[in-house]
């Protein structure tokens, strides 16, 4: 019997037929194969596509499908996946990973025993712990391959004992006897649709089991009004438990009597500070447009080109404080319950008797672009943070993105996968915090304090000179993979001259020229970007690579022992996530998108690999800081209307900052302060790293319920009123809709123009919504799912579950469809990470803003000025592309709330700000050369107003370091880097941006110089390097231009014969409020205290007098033509 079915790579838009083979494997799965895999047997004839089924006969028994996944599994994490554009996918078995043996069962590379059948050199069979799989009692060592000739040909008889294989002990060795296994009646299903399938039914059956823990049928019958059915329990369609329409006769008795905890709870901060805070921005903005009044009406006849470049410029201040501050009417704080999560997820219940998690899968992911400009040892350290966060095992995943293709990114992170056997365990055993091994062994405080384990001291000595050797490793792999290639190069030069004189005898010939090949450690060529650059293994032009790097975990704890590991871990589960590289397909002529397009290329693999329903993105510089932080971040999302929230946000802690944050590297004022605010509207925006996100929500969705509710003339300012009215839909796709569809639920088949082509991608999107639902607990919970739904295994991985992740994350498959559009990581901006948000929040979503009492995520930020103001310069550059474009707040749907529209309008529009701050800088030096101020005169009006505007503003920033936590100092910080980046960096970013849209020209800052920072001994060494760059320009101007205009004005007013001391005073006050906010600025041109000369000094003073001196002699004081006056030298 025999099935022709056309390749999935022949689906769809993908450009040129390809000719890939297929075979089934024991366990039943389709893989694709190549003519040259090691694995196929197809000769080198040119055949169709197609895949030939034989069913299972006497003669051709399959292996026990637990037994084969296993190995299969094991077969995968052992294999390089690569592929591509028009290209086959192929699977690179690898002996070994990196140089060093790798130990962890779970690890890419493991060894194990070889196969005694007689010229087969095969591992044998091994288990989650690592140790052999032997189907026979004589122990006779055998690979998976033998074990399927002897099944098949040698009638079922043991190449060692001569006996019969018992099928038995196959099914005691796999310890698979509380596997759901697939039943016969959902062979027709895909694999995500068999798990979805899997979860429903297993979670209807833990509703209702007895008190002795059996299944009850007669109870389960009785309360979900069940029926039975060929292979399989059916549950009738209009089954209400979880959907918005509660039942109460649906739900367990338990459940009814049960009292209700939330997970979340928000803390309204006091009204003693939060109503004088709300009444004094009302004040302010009452004084504020009777100043502006005051000042129109009373215009400076003397100097009305002053005083009306003055009021522009104050008008426009008045509209962007506006922006600012009307967002932060209603600040919130929240705080969760970590005690309540656990005992609803992970605690023995009617519903899920076990007491294993029942939460929800998380994957976390990294991205890398560059190890030369991301040192592999910080994104190593990154990813042993998250190793080893305190998440359930099997409900976690960690893939590394490397945009660069470099071997030395991969070979570091199996590094850090190997080192992770041991420190994973001890970071469980002993409650280490912080996890990242580098940060941890850093720590000034005693790391014996609170440890009452005796063996800690013996465990943290030895791990610490383990982590002395990684480090010493991934420091030493550049020179290893030089040598190493240079090695298996001059071999290769070698044969090629060896066969050149054979061929050539004594004629002369012209040298050989081998490629400089980059060679991986089981030595074989790197498939992506070579050291030294060549076709199709170059940054831009490579293939698509996937390596698992530790497999999927057991779905029990797995506790080490005594023996197997130099650490006592007999009582720790020594499991590890599942953990995988994967380095995206790019060739010459397609937009990769830079790093959105890395992350969409990472959220497609992960839903075929794993398919966590909730994602969660950091910078390989970020780290886990708290190792619960994922905890807390998902109490939000499982909570009662937790189904609405798009993303949590968490806020970025930085180390490594200077004592002082000369130039507000912290950021507080914004973290701390606009977030929290935020937070009481729509939610806080995206800010690119340590963020949790809801997978459907990426995929472009619109929150469930969003037709629930209708605009009404207030919706924008508070939400939209309800409708009475519920529309129906299935229940399996209740949460997957577009607001461009006017049906109730998006029509499935209208999937592939959004998503692409693949099949798998496609099942897997109902499956991740289903699984991020809260839990339908409390009859106030909308489209949330019954308890115990995710407590069943994950699947195994197999190989064609690898392949067709390599072919969603080539560089064709985004073609014709809405990445980047609408679904995924949004293109077309340098801030891509605001935009996503903004799209999310646009159709309705919310976030959620978590500020964890232990920092949850911490990173490094630049201390060095030139390197900061590039930072902003980035930052303002996507600004002012998200006001030129249609990402701009003006034209965001009315699912937007009027406050979180002018936050985002505010986004877009503050660079612009810095036009009017440098023309208002220099005013005050104007004024002093001239000799006129903004007004006519300073009188009583003019400085009441002053005088209340600057009162209120203070009043309203001690406030608002009551509320947000602020301190004084880095508020003052603030300030003055708003003035040192407004002159420069979002200057320039306007710049660019105006030039951009006008005439299509691309400017680029870059740096020219270095000098100084040479010492080594300095932790804040960086901070004294000077670079100079062209951003550096305006404010220095600004500096030196009041400091000459104090000087000019002084001299002036000094030698006049009637002094204007009013004006002098004025136009000093506004110049000294300059050179306060420059001061940072000109504190990082001296650089290291100390080091500048003091004859740039002298200089500069005399340079200073002379040109005030000489000011004073080319226009001298009204009536006077002598230099001083009346004034004469004795």
């Known amino acids: 019997m025999s099935s022709f079915k056309p390749s999935d790579t022949q689906k769809g838009s993908m450009p040129g037929p390809t000719v890939t083979f297929a075979r089934r494997t024991s366990s039943g799965r389709y893989v694709n194969l190549s003519r040259d895999s090691l694995d196929s047997e197809i000769s080198a004839l040119e055949f169709g596509n197609y895949t030939v089924h034989i069913p299972p006969t006497p003669d051709n028994q399959p292996m026990d499908p637990s037994i084969s996944q296993r190995v299969e599994e094991q077969y995968v994490s052992n294999s390089l996946f690569t592929g591509g ?3 086959v996918t192929r699977a690179h078995l690898m002996d070994k990973v990196i140089e060093s043996e790798a130990n962890h069962p779970q690890m890419a590379g493991a060894k194990g025993s070889s196969c005694a059948v007689n010229g087969c050199d095969g591992k044998v069979m091994s288990d989650g712990r690592g140790e052999d799989i032997l189907p026979c009692e004589c122990d006779f060592k055998i690979c998976r391959d033998c074990y399927i000739d002897a099944v098949k040909t040698g009638d079922g008889i043991c190449p060692g004992c001569k006996e019969l294989y018992k099928n038995t002990d196959l099914a005691e060795n796999a310890e698979d006897h509380k596997r759901l296994l697939p039943l016969t009646s959902n062979v027709g299903m895909s694999k995500m649709e068999r798990r979805l399938s899997m979860m429903r039914s297993a979670n209807k059956s833990a509703l209702v089991r007895s008190q002795s823990g059996d299944f009850d049928h007669n109870s389960w019958l009785f309360e979900t009004k069940g029926t039975y059915g060929y292979g399989n329990a059916i549950w009738p369609k209009d089954e209400s438990y979880g959907n918005d329409s509660v039942d109460s006769s649906s739900e367990p008795s338990e459940f009814q009597s049960k009292a209700w905890r939330p997970l979340t709870r928000k803390l309204k901060i006091s009204a003693a500070i939060l109503s004088p805070y709300r009444l004094l921005i009302f004040v302010r903005m009452v004084v504020l447009a009777l100043f502006l009044q005051w000042r129109i009406a009373h215009p400076n006849e003397d100097a009305r080109w002053l005083w009306l470049m003055s009021i522009i410029c104050e008008l426009w201040f008045a509209f962007s404080w506006l922006l600012d501050q009307l967002p932060k009417f209603s600040p919130v704080n929240r705080a969760t319950d970590l005690t309540v999560l656990k005992e609803k997820f992970e605690t023995p219940s009617p519903a899920n008797p076990t007491g294993k998690s029942d939460l929800p899968g998380v994957d976390v992911f990294v991205s890398t672009a560059d190890p030369e400009k991301e040192p592999p040892l910080v994104t190593a350290n990154t990813i042993l943070s998250i190793l080893a966060a305190e998440y359930p095992v099997e409900k976690l995943s960690c893939y590394v993105s490397d945009d660069g293709g470099a071997l030395l990114t991969f070979e570091a992170m199996a590094e850090a996968a190997s080192f992770a056997n041991m420190w994973v365990p001890f970071c469980r055993k002993h409650n280490i915090e912080p996890r990242n091994p580098d940060s941890y062994f850093s720590i000034k405080k005693d790391p014996y304090k609170n440890k009452v384990r005796s063996d800690f001291v013996k465990d943290r000595r030895k791990v610490k000179r383990e982590f002395d050797e990684f480090k010493v490793r991934i420091n030493g792999l550049p020179d290893s993979i030089r040598r190493r290639s ?23 010939f012209e040298p050989i020229k081998v490629t400089k090949a980059t060679w991986m450690a089981d030595g074989t060529h790197w498939p992506c970007t070579w050291v030294n650059p060549a076709p199709e293994h170059s940054k831009g032009d490579h293939a698509g690579v996937i390596q698992v790097m530790l497999k999927p975990p057991s779905d029990e704890p797995l506790h080490g022992t005594v023996n197997d590991s130099p650490l006592d871990f007999s009582d720790v589960d020594i499991r590890l996530p599942l953990l995988v590289y994967v380095s995206r397909e790019k060739r010459p002529g397609y937009d990769h998108n830079k790093k959105a397009g890395a992350m969409n290329a990472l959220v497609r693999a992960s839903a075929i690999m794993s398919n966590g329903p ?45 004592p002082s944050d000369r130039y507000a590297n912290h950021n507080t004022v914004f973290f701390d302060g606009n977030m929290r605010a935020l937070d009481g509207l729509q939610g806080p925006v995206y800010v690119g790293t340590g963020c949790l996100f809801r997978r459907t929500a990426l995929y472009g969705f619109d929150p469930p319920r969003s037709k629930d509710y209708h605009p009404g003339c207030c919706s924008c300012c508070f939400g939209r009123r309800k409708q009475t009215a519920v529309a129906s839909s299935p229940e399996d796709n209740r949460g997957l809709r577009m607001s461009d569809f006017d049906d109730e639920v998006m029509n499935m088949a209208l999937f592939p123009k959004r998503f692409g082509n693949s099949s798998y991608l496609i099942d897997s999107i109902p499956v991740a919504e289903y699984q991020g639902r809260p839990l339908a607990d409390h009859p106030a919970v909308k489209n949330g799912r019954p308890p115990g739904a995710l407590t069943i295994p994950r699947e195994l991985l197999d190989a064609s579950t690898v392949a067709e992740a390599i072919s969603v994350i080539s560089c064709w498959y985004e073609e014709k469809t809405e990445w980047g559009n609408r679904v995924g990581w949004i293109y077309g901006s340098v801030t891509e990470d605001v935009v996503t948000g903004y799209r999310m929040h646009n159709r309705g979503w919310r976030s959620v803003y978590c500020v964890t009492k232990r920092d949850a995520f911490r990173g490094t930020a630049p201390i060095n000025l030139t390197d900061r103001l590039h930072q902003v310069l980035r930052w303002a550059t996507g600004s002012v592309e998200i006001f030129f474009s249609r990402n701009n707040a003006l034209f965001a749907s009315r699912k937007l709330k009027i406050l979180q529209r002018i936050a985002y309008l505010n986004v877009g529009i503050y660079p612009f700000t810095s036009i009017f701050l440098i023309v208002y800088c220099f005013l005050p030096a104007l004024s002093l050369f001239s000799g006129q101020f903004i007004v006519q005169s300073l009188n009583v009006t003019f400085l009441a107003y002053l005088l209340i505007i600057t ?80 951003l550096m320009i305006p404010p220095l101007t600004i500096m030196i231009v009041n400091l000459i205009a104090i000087a000019v004005g002084f001299s002036r007013t000094i030698y006049s014969t009637i ?72």
């Open 85 to 87: 554009f028009n290209s």
């Open 486 to 508: 240079d090695a298996y190069n001059a071999r290769d030069e070698i044969k090629a001259l060896k066969h050149q004189r054979a061929i050539a005898g004594d004629e002369l």
């Open 614 to 658: 909730f994602i969660l993105n950091l910078d390989c510089d970020h780290y886990i800081y708290n190792c619960e932080a994922i905890r807390e971040g998902i109490c939000f999302m499982m909570d009662r209307g937790g189904d609405r929230i798009c993303y949590v946000q968490f806020p970025q802690r930085f180390e490594g900052i200077d």
């Open 951 to 1030: 009162i209120t503003l203070c009043l309203l920033a001690v406030l608002e370091v009551k509320w947000s936590g602020v301190a004084l100092e880095e508020w003052w910080r603030n300030e003055q880097f708003w003035l040192i980046g407004g002159t420069s960096a979002h200057l320039a970013a306007v710049l660019q941006g105006l030039l951009k849209v006008v005439a299509g020209i691309e400017i680029s800052f870059t740096l020219t110089s270095k000098s100084g920072g040479d010492d080594e001994d300095d932790e804040f060494a960086d901070l004294y390097i000077i670079k100079w760059t062209s």
């Open 1059 to 1130: 002094p204007q001391w009013s004006r002098l005073l004025g136009g000093v006050f506004f110049s000294f409020w300059v050179l306060a906010h420059m001061y940072p600025f000109a504190k990082g041109l001296m650089g290291r205290r100390g080091r500048t000369p003091t004859i740039v000094f002298v200089w500069s003073g005399l340079i200073a007098i002379t040109i005030s001196l000489l000011w004073v002699a080319i226009n001298p004081p009204a009536g006077n033509t002598e230099i001083g006056g009346s004034f004469q030298f004795p």
